[in-house]
């Protein structure tokens, strides 16, 4: 089974900081990870994946995230935040294989202090 | 290309009632997947249909959720009768190709369902 947890449900950043959103994953044979974003009362968009080739994988609106197969982490990040990085922000798992079913996070709810 | 389509975009209903949400996927894309985001959480499966065949239901309620898919395109999920946990908002997504690596899955805006 795939799971992955994401710690921190709120983090707040001021414009132009650096933003570090937190991801570990737990799965038992190689995993594909995302990152997807949710505005409000919109569905989700991604990102970001890691699907086994490059581990620094770049994304939409300046993210970046980095697959650490030692530590099991896919922690998202960005050099410096803007106002509309204001959203909430979900790290999901599936197999490399067959089902592609996603299992996701509990979320993270980005704020972005003036 | 138009995106995944999905209404009502809000439902308000009392507990025993019934209710339905409709999803229609980006043309072409042959696998569809129903999510339930209750607030705080992720979103969570509840069924994942490839053309008109249910490939994964084993998160699904079968006692008050069903979910058809009849001609390989849109979709219906309904609930009957509805609880007070079922509140939540309901995503439909769709992918092009079933098994395929990091297949990027594309979502609908979502229908809030209030059950009071």
């Known amino acids: 089974a795939q799971s992955v947890t994401q710690l921190g449900s709120h983090v707040s950043v001021s414009e132009g900081a650096l933003v570090l959103l937190r991801c570990n994953y737990s799965?038992?044979?190689?995993?594909?990870l995302f990152w997807y974003v949710q505005y409000p009362n919109q569905g989700l968009q991604l990102l970001l994946k890691?699907?086994?080739?490059?581990?620094l994988v770049k994304g939409i609106n300046g993210f970046e995230a980095e697959f650490k197969k030692s530590e099991t982490s896919f922690h998202l990040t960005k050099p410096s935040a803007h106002m509309s990085d204001a959203a909430e922000y979900f790290c999901?798992?599936?197999?490399?294989?067959?089902?592609?079913?996603?299992?996701f996070g509990t979320g993270t709810r980005l704020t972005i202090i003036p | 290309e138009a995106g995944v389509a999905q209404s009502p975009r809000y439902k308000i209903i009392e507990k025993r009632q019934s209710v339905a949400f409709w999803c229609n996927p980006i043309s072409g894309h042959a696998t569809l997947y129903w999510y339930q985001q209750i607030l705080g959480q992720g979103p969570k499966l509840l069924i994942q249909f490839q053309n008109n065949g249910v490939v994964d239901d084993s998160q699904l309620p079968k006692d008050r959720f069903s979910a058809e898919r009849l001609k390989g395109v849109d979709s219906t999920l309904k609930i009957q009768p509805a609880k007070l946990e079922d509140s939540a908002v309901y995503l439909c997504?769709?992918?092009?190709?079933?098994?395929?690596?990091?297949?990027?899955?594309?979502f609908g805006p979502g229908t809030r369902l209030t059950v009071l």
């Open positions: 890691y699907t086994s080739a490059a581990t």
């Open positions: 997504a769709s992918s092009s190709t079933r098994g395929k690596g990091g297949n990027e899955q594309f």
């Open positions: 799965s038992s044979v190689p995993p594909y």
């Open positions: 999901a798992v599936r197999r490399n294989f067959g089902n592609e079913k996603l299992t």
